[in-house]
DNA sequence: CGTGTTCTTGACCAGTTGGTCAAAAAACGA
DNA sequence: TCGTTTTTTGACCAACTGGTCAAGAACACG
């Protein structure tokens, strides 16, 4: 596997189903926890073959979370600074929450991570997060001094956003657990709590 | 090590440092990413020495996460239903916070096992944890009929507390690096924040 | 077809893992 | 003090880890 951008059929349909099967595995054993040989079951593959693909557990990892940090980052990228303020938040709060409905490996892959001090993402973090980050919080800072939305501190805005949303991925155990069976689905009520919520935090 | 109740000195300045470095290790690689080596290192023992004082690998993680149950609930415990509504569920919220700031560890200890699906840890969530949040949610919902506090969804609101104030530990890397740098401390801004956010929430 | 390329795998390797054990070293108690 | 108990450890083990390699199987294509 030297070449790099040509990929034949057999090529993208087993670089996919390893990455799928590794985002499985990471995302809940983490790192260090996961192991080749869980992965390359999961894939319908065998070790060697796994390390045809990718060079190492490592390059797969790294693969992942680069490939997730654009994916995870676009609804920030998203907040239209011309919008209305409220709505454009909480459009933000939704898109959200719908990721972490839909893509709860995803969600945790990237917990996974940061609860290990993001040893494999801090680059990528100061690199690619914390520039659209500060962007958008002063866009959020304009929307608080034109007094279009309560005065509230962008950043920890933000953080709440994060927390709120992706809690019910990461901890989606416990929410279901404690919300009475796993049968049912927390998110209708959730997007109700959530929207409720933050329009009585951001309306002035 | 078969004697349980009567500990020497010695056993108990040892145990505690077990406790104490596998806590650490434990929260930062989860438990299959901890090694025994780690943990005997950091506590400044021999490997076999770990396993003179406790049988398995298993066993300290079980004592750390059983021991940390109690403590982790007690703040909500102390929810009381004939306190005034909104001020009890702002201290609840400031004894998270705090909790946060002063056991981080703690808290990252249970967001991987929540996040690995909780394995070691779905007796005691639905043994302890489900009647707590059960009955707390009961006098919340008692407080919402009463007009006392706005219409929340009880269960709702204790998660959005419980990821609140827990993301300050858990994403504590990516809170300071948005922040600007790990110098400042994050948390009275925080403290002021979740404040007016459940201040706004809550009252009716 | 045939042949060159891509793909797959069984066997293997060195390092690490959780855990054992017998014997040595400390600590304790009379 | 000396014998007993508690504590500590070096040596060891089988299972597992990430990763290699050479040889075979499947495929592409003229």
């Known amino acids: 596997m030297t070449m790099r951008q040509p990929k034949t059929r057999i090529q993208k349909k087993n670089t996919d189903a390893i990455l799928d099967a590794a985002l499985d595995v990471f995302s809940r054993q983490g790192f260090r926890g996961a192991t080749l040989d869980q992965i390359a079951k999961a894939a319908g593959l065998s070790k060697p073959n796994l390390l045809y693909y990718f060079p190492s557990k490592e390059a797969i990892h790294v693969t992942l979370l680069s490939q997730l940090m654009d994916l995870w980052l676009d609804p920030l990228r998203h907040l ?16 959200k929450l719908e990721m972490s409905r839909d893509m709860p490996r995803e ?8 609860l290990q001090g993001a040893p494999r ?20 800072a304009a929307w608080v001094a034109a007094g279009k939305i309560a005065d509230v501190h962008p950043q920890h805005l933000i953080f709440s956003i994060w927390s709120l949303t992706q809690h019910y991925a990461d901890f989606d155990v416990q929410v279901r657990m404690l919300l009475g069976g796993p049968e049912a689905d927390p998110f209708p ?4 709590y959530l929207k409720a919520l933050f329009t009585r935090l951001l309306t002035p």
């Open 80 to 95: 239209d600074p011309d919008g209305d303020p409220v709505k454009e938040l909480l459009t933000y709060v939704q898109r």
């Open 107 to 114: 969600s945790r892959l990237f917990a996974n991570e940061i």
């Open 121 to 140: 993402l801090s680059g990528t973090l100061g690199e690619a997060l914390k520039p659209l980050v500060d962007e958008k919080a002063e866009i959020i």
């Open 189 to 192: 009520e959730a997007e109700r």
